[in-house]
């Protein structure tokens, strides 16, 4: 109970008065000047009492005198918390009015004109003086316990044998086999050609996501339908959020935030017309939230389907085409959950025992067939390594025997899970209350978070995002979390997400804890005691009330619409965490009445600064991650800024040219994008000789060869980047990559986009050590054909993506690649095919291609036929939106027929593409009028009549038709189509 409070001030302790670099204002006051035993005694005695309460000889969770003590150390340690911190701030005030204090409704040292040294050794004196009493009744309340233990005696430890235990977001699922055939049948063979609504309906828990999501990634229901797509509605649903999940889905664009709804809606309902789709919505609460996306959903009588999961009933009934498309879940029987725990909790190759199945019987009876609640008890018990282990959580549950529902026995196991996990897990745990429910949460950016908030810290052997993947996979394997998506390279956790039930147990526990409030979508949000953490996903706060939230606030996350920095936290003067989304808000104009932000105990910032930095942001002394969207307007680049963050180590800028870094970079960076080009001097690089990865972006048709060769080469300074990208706008660089760029020996990862980069210079990259990692998008190279010598090998790639590149031909063998474990093509829509010697990589999982021609989709099964041949069986190939070749088609210009032009059907989607290198103008035989055509790019089919064309857009001409098209002189038939006209292409005038 006490894991966040304690934990936090211990880190406050460290950041604040035990750093070799200290805030100056606090050497200057001399505050720290004879209280520094004080400082060492109390930090060491929390650190202390935390090992006590972490003993695993001694699992002591549940008892009451525990539970009493622990919520006394948590008062204690807030409170102190709460006035180191307040002390601090107002040592960079220097007349604090008496209002001000009296505001502040806690216990601050009184006597204002005492030295502010001397108000610390208070306020350390008084936290010691309360401590003290906790650690001593602990250890008498644990003596007893032990004895009271050892009379009733345990048998001999039988020790498991040690073993690696992985979760997986696929995920186990058992005795599911015939309600999986019963929801197939539902989707492919039901004769109905309408639209329907299958609807799964249960309990939280029962499986509903599981059997959905395994339907969803079934080949053969998958080969079934044209299009699929996946939403998750959950409890408090935004129709907004909703559509840009599924414009995202079904059209793989990123500009969905800048349409309207209106806009996202027509989007979506013309890409699925006259297409076989199916659409799975995932936890939907109500009937509205049906209602409102209904009309994005045609219905063509060609069998698409719509795929809903829900716990309710009436929502069920409400939305289902009827019995035949409606399936009620089933509960597990006694073997199967017996399977399930089984191998949760025992994983083959472990040794098993009589003992321990008559411990684990009785326990997996408990979960009443609830596939979570078997789910998370069998990951508690992998955790726990002795059979006196075992019998001691059997024990705990065997108290739960006067429960009787369903629900009541999974917050019993779920509440054990969680008091047997070490504090520090328990704290890192409770914060993911701040998330929303079915939030995607991302790994590296938690990790920050955590680190902000001290509840974990970097070593000098491990990185702050060392120490943060730990802890995640620690709940991973213990199935308190769900792994979503892993790193490029294979090797870390990317995202994850909870378990709705799982979620709203930790928010329930935050909230019990004071540690969280949250404002929901429905727009209640009035705080009725002290709280951490704020959590606003709704749009309809209302400001006055935030002014009447506790001052003790220390993190403000937004997860809406709602621009933040509205809200003028300055008002939160211990805030250390102000996190928004990723969505960037117009910048807020502020009247010059408002004070700057100047947060003295900030610690973490990804927000759109709507006020101009200025030299009182240096008072955020232990800032550690600056993320923000900068107006340009609001900072002049030629201004300059003292700005001091020595523990800054991730910075992020969308306008970094506007600010001079050199002002505030510091030895301690280790990210720091995206940087100008004209920044990437030696005299920056130099000065953060830690940094592992840089993000630049440059100006290529504004520079010159030689400068950029020059900025560029200065990267050879940085020997410790892992991690580099360089996106180019507004032209290309037409740089060597045989540059320094070859000679960054510590580089994992390379992503390049619109570089135009020579493809046969980039066999040089091979001479990188540790690279894993390639991305090459949007003319990242330029050329036809990549062709690799023999010694060129990239022994350790083992993920290459290409996206949206030129290339034609490759040409490679098998020891170019030995490693490569995931090959990705999007829009690679010349390239003919993938290399037969792809067919002997031994350690090669997956190829996926977006958008690719026919032939490259054909020779990709052909590499996994033979990987298949030679044992890989689960090696496989994915395809979405196959571009369809036709033959090449005669093309008329000034009445010469020898030029040709390849004509595409783009996967029979209604598009027919033509491609080009020569201006043309397009027109049909029967008096349309001639269209302009882009070079090299692309145009949709041949309009009949008086088709729209619409703008150019990204280089594409794009037309609306009413018919499908053949043509009879090569007899290609498109969609059996119902007109026949002939396709001539006439040379610009």
């Known amino acids: 109970m006490a894991c966040v409070a304690v934990t936090s001030l211990v880190r406050t302790l460290e950041l604040e008065f035990m750093q070799p670099q200290l805030r100056p204002i606090v050497q200057d006051k001399g505050l720290i000047s004879g209280n520094e035993e004080l400082i060492r005694s ?13 003993d695993h000889e001694q699992r002591i969770h ?85 004895r009271v233990t050892d009379l009733q005696g345990t048998n001999t430890s039988t020790a498991l044998d040690s073993f690696q235990h992985a979760s997986h977001y696929e995920g186990i699922m058992v005795g599911k086999n015939d309600e999986f055939k019963t929801i197939k049948d539902m989707l492919t063979l039901h004769p109905s050609k309408q639209r329907e609504v299958v609807t799964i309906k249960g309990m939280g828990g ?28 959950s409890q408090f649903y935004n129709k907004r959020q909703m559509l840009i999940c599924l414009h995202n889905s079904i059209l793989k664009q990123s ?117 979570l609640a078997i789910v998370v008890v069998g990951g508690l018990f992998s955790k726990l390594n002795t059979l006196d282990d075992w019998k001691s959580v059997a024990k705990a549950l065997d108290d739960s025997s006067t429960t009787t529902t369903i629900v009541e026995v999974c917050s019993k196991i779920l509440s054990l899970s969680y008091n047997h996990l070490p504090h520090n897990f328990k704290a890192c745990f409770l914060y993911l209350g701040i998330f929303p429910e079915d939030e995607e949460i991302y790994a590296k950016r938690l990790a920050r978070l955590w680190g902000a908030e001290g509840l974990i810290k970097a070593s000098k052997n491990e990185s702050l995002e060392m120490v943060g993947q730990k802890h995640i996979k620690e709940l991973i394997d213990r199935n308190l979390i769900l792994l979503s998506e892993q790193s490029s390279c294979g090797t870390r956790i990317k995202t994850f997400k909870m378990h709705d039930v799982l979620h709203a147990f930790c928010v329930r526990e935050a909230q019990n804890e004071s540690l969280l409030h949250v404002v929901n979508e429905n727009g209640t949000g009035f705080a009725h005691k002290s ?15 935030l002014y009447s939230y506790p001052k003790t606030c220390r993190s403000m996350f937004e997860f809406s619409t709602y621009q933040i920095t509205k809200l003028v936290p300055q008002n939160f003067e211990t805030l250390r965490v102000l996190y928004t989304t990723d969505v960037k808000p117009k910048p807020v104009v502020y009247p010059r009445t408002v004070h700057l932000f100047t947060p003295i105990h900030l610690r973490y910032l990804s927000s759109t600064i709507g006020k101009p930095l200025n030299s009182k942001s240096s008072n955020a002394w232990n800032l550690q991650t600056l993320c923000e969207y900068i107006p340009p307007p609001l900072i002049n680049s030629n201004s300059s800024f003292d700005l001091n963050f ?25 990210s720091i994008s995206e940087l ?3 920044h990437c001097t030696k005299e920056l690089f130099t000065s953060i000789p830690h940094v592992k990865k840089v993000g630049i972006v440059g100006d290529g048709s504004s520079s010159t060869l030689d400068w950029v060769r020059c900025r560029i080469g200065n990267l050879a300074y940085l020997q410790q980047l892992e991690r580099l990208k360089i996106y180019v706008y507004h032209g290309c660089f037409s740089y060597s990559i045989s540059g320094q760029i070859a000679r960054l020996k510590n580089i994992k990862k390379l992503s390049f986009y619109n570089t135009n980069f020579l493809w046969e210079e980039m066999g040089v990259l091979s001479k990188l050590p540790r690279l894993e990692v390639m991305k090459m998008k949007r003319w990242a190279c330029k050329g036809q054909k990549w062709g690799l010598k023999e010694d060129e090998r990239f022994c350790r790639l083992v993920f290459l993506k290409f996206d949206g590149v030129d290339l034609e031909r490759w040409e490679v063998n098998d020891d170019n690649f030995p490693k490569l474990e995931r090959l990705i093509l999007y829009d690679c829509s010349r390239l003919e095919e993938i290399p037969s010697s792809f067919e002997d990589i031994q350690t090669l999982k997956s190829i996926k291609l977006r958008r690719c021609l026919l032939s490259a989709v054909t020779s990709a099964k052909k590499i996994e036929e033979s990987q298949h041949d030679y044992g890989n069986t ?58 302009e055509y882009i070079p090299t790019m692309r145009v949709s089919s041949v309009p009949s009549g008086s088709a729209n064309i619409h703008e150019k857009s990204n280089g594409f001409v794009t037309t609306t038709w009413s018919e499908d098209y053949c043509s009879t002189n090569n007899n290609f038939n498109h969609n059996q189509g119902k007109s026949k006209r002939k396709l001539v292409l006439k040379k610009i005038v």
């Not at 309360?130 to 009744?137: G, Y």
């Not at 597990?332 to 089984?342: A, I, M, P, V, Y």
């Open 42 to 54: 109390l930090h060491q005695k929390l650190i202390n009492l935390m090992e006590q309460l972490d």
């Open 62 to 146: 549940g008892v009451e005198a525990i539970k009493r003590l622990e919520t006394k150390l948590r008062d204690v340690a807030f409170r102190v918390e709460d006035e180191i911190e307040f002390l601090i701030a107002d040592l960079y005030v220097k007349n604090t009015p008496l209002d001000r204090i009296n505001l502040r409704n806690f216990h601050r040292p009184k006597g204002k004109s005492r030295p502010y040294c001397h108000n610390l050794h208070l306020i350390l004196q008084r936290a010691i003086k309360d401590i003290n009493p906790i650690e001593e009744k602990l250890v008498i309340v644990k003596n007893k316990y032990k």
């Open 206 to 233: 029962i499986g509903k996501t599981t059997l959905a999501r395994k339907s969803y990634k079934d080949s053969s229901i998958r080969s079934h339908f044209d299009k699929r797509a996946w939403v998750v509605v």
């Open 255 to 371: 500009n969905a935030e800048s349409l309207t709804d209106e806009e996202l809606e027509e989007q979506i309902y013309r890409c699925l017309k006259r297409q076989k789709y199916l659409v799975v919505m995932d936890d939907v609460w109500s009937g509205e939230s049906w209602d409102d996306i209904n009309a994005c959903f045609p219905d063509d009588g060609n069998g698409s389907r719509v795929l809903l999961t829900t716990r309710l009933e009436v929502v069920a009934n409400c939305v289902s085409s009827g019995n035949d498309f409606s399936h009620q879940m089933n509960l597990l029987d006694h073997n199967e959950s017996w399977t399930l725990f089984h191998r949760k909790a025992l994983l083959e190759g472990v040794s098993q025992g009589v003992e321990f199945e008559m411990i684990g019987r009785p326990i997996v009876e408990k979960c009443r067939g609830l596939p």
């Open 531 to 545: 709280f951490r953490w704020l959590s606003i996903t709704s749009s309809k706060l209302d400001i006055s009330r």
């Open 646 to 670: 020595p523990h800054l180590s991730y910075y992020h800028c969308d306008q970094i040219n506007c600010l001079d870094p050199l002002e505030f970079v510091h030895q301690n960076l280790e």
């Open 676 to 678: 100008g080009l004209f």
């Open 874 to 931: 689960d090696m496989v190939v994915i395809e979405e939106n196959t571009i369809c070749q036709n033959p090449v088609l005669p093309v008329i210009i000034n009445g010469d027929e020898n030029r040709n032009v390849v004509v595409n059907n783009n996967g029979g989607n209604g598009n027919i593409v033509a491609h080009s290198r020569a201006p043309m103008n397009v027109g049909s035989q029967n008096g349309v009028s001639i269209k």
